[in-house]
């Protein structure tokens, strides 16, 4: 599979934005301004994704009268947590069992001790990210200069993340992954340690 770039600039983000409430607009813009140009704290954005044997295939070309199939089966699911940045960084952690409070504190704490300058965050409201043992560590990393953004509620349009599962999910695993769980996990990982150099979105 050849290297994929696309081309997400902060225009774009917020011509994108023009359909959100006033309230997530400043919400976005505020972000934007405040950590785009500054070289301090570097921001990132953090979600979980889970990969399954059922495809993500939103639609295909095919011949008048040939038949496209792929095959799709229930099975074990992948799961990934990840922290992405603008500057094409992606630090994850894969989990074939679900993914708690307790992996989310311990996967900041790691992503924490690997940084060399302060950090923002900027996760959703999921309830394993709210939940009170999450935000008694809050304060912690505020000390260890990682600080902490939550999203606005309901706006996964907002998580930069979101546009890299997307890629993966939809482009980037080849059809081939989805012949069994190690094919699927094997492609996976192979697209993940690609993410940065084979593998690009490029936010100009």
């Not at 074990?76 to 992405?84: D, E, K, S, T, W």
């Not at 394993?128 to 600080?147: C, G, M, P």
């Not at 992954?177 to 490029?202: E, H």
Request: net charge neutral; hydrophobic share 40%.
């Amino acid at each position: 599979m050849t290297a994929s770039t696309e081309t997400v600039t902060v225009h774009t983000i917020l011509a994108l934005a023009r359909q959100l409430s006033a309230a997530n607009r400043r919400w976005l813009v505020d972000l934007l301004s405040r950590t785009s140009d500054a070289p301090l704290p570097e921001r990132a954005t953090l979600d979980e994704a889970g990969f399954t044997l059922q495809p993500s295939i939103p639609y295909a070309w095919q011949l008048v009268g040939q038949r496209l199939e792929l095959a799709s089966a229930h099975g074990p699911r992948q799961n990934v947590l990840g922290f992405f940045n603008l500057h094409h960084q992606f630090h994850s952690f894969a989990f074939k069992g679900s993914i708690d409070t307790r992996t989310v504190i311990h996967c900041f704490d790691l992503f924490s001790a690997y940084r060399t300058k302060p950090a923002l965050v900027v996760i959703d409201n999921a309830p394993i990210h709210t939940s009170e043992d999450f935000e008694d560590q809050i304060e912690r990393w505020q000390k260890e200069e990682l600080y902490v953004k939550f999203l606005p509620p309901y706006c996964p349009e907002l998580n930069l993340i979101e546009i890299l599962w997307r890629k993966i999910k939809y482009e980037w695993l080849p059809l081939d992954a989805y012949q069994n769980f190690n094919t699927l996990t094997a492609s996976l990982f192979d697209v993940i340690k690609g993410i940065g150099s084979k593998y690009r979105i490029t936010f100009a």
